[in-house]
């Protein structure tokens, strides 16, 4: 599911690169069309993120991680421009 930030210019979720066998998570800039990847898994299609969501303020992005049976739920800052 893709997550508006706070402000509204920036949605972030993830995308499945198939040349690159993995699945990234990305921040797009609304207004420009540009991308940052933020996050990238390894090229197994086994590490997938899930459910981005902003912090309040828009310096975090919170998503859970899959990595075959395992759960985690990383919060990433200072990656987005």
Do not use: C
């Amino acid at each position: 599911m893709p997550s508006w930030s706070p402000d509204g210019t920036k949605i972030a979720w993830t995308v499945t690169e198939e040349t690159k066998r993995r699945v990234e998570l990305w921040v797009v800039n609304r207004l420009t069309g540009d991308h940052q990847v933020i996050w990238a898994g390894k090229e197994d299609f086994y590490t997938l993120p899930r459910g981005p969501l902003w912090s309040p303020g828009g310096q975090y992005i919170a998503f859970g991680l899959q990595q075959y049976r395992d759960h985690e739920v990383w919060a990433l800052k200072g990656l987005i421009h």
